[in-house]
């Protein structure tokens, strides 16, 4: 599965940003999909995930109640919705969609296939 994101940019702290990810390839409808950031310095770590359906999402207790993830399988995209931004969330953000339907853990093993990531910057 190919997966390219777009969306990334500069935005001030508090505002919103939305990344997109559209994929090819694949079977789109049948992935659990997630989007992982990694700060300059520090480990990838995990933002969100939610199952093939859509209707269960899982999040890092660090975006829970800020960010939302949601897909259209209908156009083989997903989408990370951010607001009430904070300057920790500088990062460079990926999708990523994995073959078992229903994962929406944390663990980026369980992750087939990455997007090239776009970055995120949030000024204070």
């Known amino acids: 599965v190919q997966l390219v994101e777009s969306g990334g940019g500069s935005v001030q702290a508090g505002g919103s940003l939305s990344l997109s990810c559209a994929a090819s390839?694949?079977?789109?409808?049948?992935?659990?999909i997630g989007w992982f950031r990694q700060a300059q310095g520090k480990e990838r770590e995990f933002v969100a995930g939610l199952n093939h359906k859509g209707d269960i999402a899982y999040y890092s207790d660090s975006v829970k109640g800020r960010f939302t993830i949601s897909r259209d399988n209908a156009a083989n995209t997903m989408r990370l919705r951010m607001d009430k931004v904070k300057p920790e969330d500088t990062a460079v953000y990926y999708c990523?969609?994995?073959?078992?339907?229903?994962?929406?853990?944390?663990?980026?093993?369980?992750?087939?296939?990455w997007g090239q990531g776009t970055p995120v910057t949030v000024s204070s």
């Open positions: 990523t969609v994995t073959r078992y339907s229903e994962y929406v853990g944390p663990s980026d093993s369980q992750y087939d296939d």
């Open positions: 390839g694949g079977t789109f409808r049948t992935y659990g």
